[in-house]
């Protein structure tokens, strides 16, 4: 054979080399190709409606699994879909046996962990309680409570990651934690709102609600294993299709509906906005062109009526004083016979309740023994909810805290009628100061609390009695503190109150401090004037500080303001010292 022909079988049988090469190649990218088009494995939660739940015949359903099927229609993916209990859901995705799950709330914590979608969903959290609690209303209230939440929620990650201090009682599903505490067990539970309204209806509870006000506001999305992102961006690009054709509005309408409301395009903003703003601004130029012909009219007209508008509006102040002051008068009359019928009504069921509240903690002392010695033979038992161990402890404080309870009841309405009862009694009794500001703390002691975390009373003893009517002034002192608990604009501002004697004058004096808000001294110079107020928007009438220095003035004494914008106020009450009259 010649070397030629040598040549041209070797590069033959390099050509048919390179060719089964490539067949090889092209079978095994085939392979890749069908091996990447494996079906997805989507996870869920099989008790969260109306998200995502098992029907009743087991099959998944919902919002998210309605969702995820068809973003894989869109996206021609094949999947499957397994919903299990949410702490078996986690771990599968950490462990790679669920390829995405359908529904995760986003935090910052989770974001260590997972990868999250464009939100779907908003998902608010809140605090459930039993009808009739009012004592919880926000975060801060948990501590110290016992509180269900479900293992592994976002709730659960909540509770730890702002480390509250309250008894945490784990539960599978949301649905245990509404029946524990719908049959009076803890104090609260937090559960998402739509899905805990949702399950109030299919278990027939109607004895717990959720706060008015949201926990928090989380969104709410797919979310895969940390690095995945081939994955969440098909799904991304299918949520996109679907909201881009209106099956994601249809879908989003049909399981959620009002309760999760899509914002309104910003184009249709625009767009309306143009159809009612022209002719809102034709409008506006016609009325400006008319209004600068009517305006020379009306100023030829403006002064010949400025005098006599000024004359009326003396007489109609003039007036009004007159009105305000009998109104004010007729109401506190009516409130003196509301009080006391008020004050009948409450003091019979709290007698009740006081002469039978030492009968009952008789009898338990005398049951203590025999519930001793069954404790000491049988062990603990059950004594209401809570083991005997624990109640033969509690109970006597709850005894000791009720009768104590019913006597600041008893007290309360005692200073209400002498409040409210109507005294037409002279200026000069001996009255005892301190008692005065005392008995006007109690009455607007709610009031207080509600304003302020930190009031400071200094009232000095052995202060001289002032000469007046002890009914009227308590009224000023009450306007005084209500006034200081109005100025502030946060609970960590103080009020304080303090008495004192100037020797040199022969008066007392009671000061009302509060780090509010201020006046201005053009506001100041006119605090006393009838109907001047700057609370006029919340109801205020500009009344309350006129009456008080009509009522001081009675009793020849004073009201001294002094107080600086932003550095809040200080009032001062001077009272002259009751003297004896001695005959010449």
């Known amino acids: 054979m010649h070397t030629s022909e040598r040549c041209v079988l070797l590069r033959g049988i390099f050509l048919l080399l390179i060719l089964l090469f490539c067949l090889a190649a092209t079978a095994v990218a085939e392979e890749e190709l069908i091996a990447a088009e494996k079906t997805v494995v989507i996870g869920g939660d099989h008790n969260y409606p109306p998200y995502e739940y098992l029907d009743q015949f087991g099959f998944p359903a919902g919002y998210n699994v309605e969702l995820s099927k068809a973003i894989a229609k869109v996206m021609g993916m094949e999947v499957e879909i397994r919903l299990d209990s949410w702490g078996a859901m986690r771990r599968a995705l950490n462990s790679g046996d669920v390829d995405i799950l359908m529904g995760m709330a986003h935090t910052v914590e989770r974001a260590e962990e997972v990868d999250f979608s464009i939100p779907h969903a908003k998902v608010h959290q809140s605090i459930w309680v039993r009808k009739g609690n009012t004592a919880i209303r926000s975060a801060t209230d948990l501590a110290g409570k016992d509180v269900v939440v479900m293992k592994g929620s976002v709730m659960h990650d909540y509770m730890i990651e702002r480390e509250i201090p309250a008894n945490l009682f784990l539960v599978s599903t949301l649905a245990d934690?509404?029946?524990?505490?719908?049959?009076?067990?803890?104090?609260?539970?937090?559960?998402?709102?739509?899905?805990?309204?949702?399950?109030?209806?299919?278990?027939?509870?109607?004895?717990?609600?959720?706060?008015?006000?949201?926990?928090?506001?989380?969104?709410?999305?797919?979310?895969?294993?940390?690095?995945?992102?081939?994955?969440?961006?098909?799904?991304?690009?299918?949520?996109?299709?679907?909201?881009?054709?209106?099956?994601?509005?249809?879908?989003?309408?049909?399981?959620?509906?009002?309760l999760q409301p899509e914002g309104i395009p910003g184009a249709l903003i625009v767009r309306y906005g143009a159809l009612v703003l022209g002719p809102l601004l034709l409008g506006l130029v016609i009325i400006t062109l008319w209004s600068r012909t009517l305006r020379k009219q009306v100023a030829l007209r403006t002064r010949e009526l400025e005098r006599e508008i000024v004359e009326r509006k003396r007489g109609a102040e003039e007036l009004q004083v007159r009105q305000k002051q009998l109104l004010h008068a007729d109401k506190m009359t009516s409130l003196g016979i509301l009080t006391s019928g008020v004050a009948h009504e409450i003091n019979n069921p709290n007698g009740l309740i006081q002469l039978s509240l030492p009968q009952l903690s008789k009898s338990w002392q005398d049951a203590m023994p025999v519930l001793e010695e069954h404790f000491q033979r049988h062990g603990d038992f059950k004594l209401g909810w809570f083991n005997y161990s624990r109640m033969r402890e509690e109970i006597p404080q709850m005894f000791d805290e009720m009768l104590a309870s019913s006597n600041r009841i008893k007290r309360i309405v005692e200073d209400l009628k002498d409040f409210a009862r109507r005294d037409d009694s002279g200026y000069n009794d001996p009255v005892d100061f301190n008692e005065v500001i005392r008995a006007a703390l109690r009455l607007v002691d709610n009031s207080v609390r509600k304003a302020t975390d930190n009031l400071s009373v200094d009232l000095v003893a052995g202060l001289p009695r002032f000469r007046g009517n002890g009914h009227r002034i308590e009224q000023v002192v009450v306007n005084l503190v209500l006034n200081a608990c109005q100025a502030l604009t946060s609970r960590r501002q103080a009020i304080s109150l303090r008495t004192g004697q100037l020797v040199a004058e022969e008066r007392i004096y009671l000061d009302v401090i509060d780090q509010g808000c201020g006046m201005d001294p053009a506001q100041l110079g006119r605090i006393t004037d009838p109907f001047f107020t700057t609370r006029r928007e919340t109801g205020g009438t500009g009344l309350g500080l006129s009456v008080s220095d009509g009522i001081v003035k009675d009793h020849q004494g004073r009201l001294e303001f002094s107080s600086k914008p932003g550095a809040g106020m200080k009032v001062r009450l001077l009272l002259p010292i009751y003297q004896e009259e001695t005959d010449e």
Do not use: M
């Open 177 to 258: 934690a509404l029946t524990l505490l719908a049959s009076g067990q803890h104090d609260c539970a937090l559960v998402a709102k739509l899905p805990g309204e949702y399950l109030l209806s299919e278990l027939n509870i109607d004895n717990i609600h959720p706060i008015a006000r949201p926990l928090v506001a989380q969104n709410y999305g797919f979310a895969v294993k940390k690095g995945n992102q081939e994955l969440l961006a098909r799904f991304n690009e299918g949520l996109a299709l679907l909201k881009k054709s209106g099956e994601y509005r249809q879908i989003r309408e049909k399981w959620l509906g009002v």
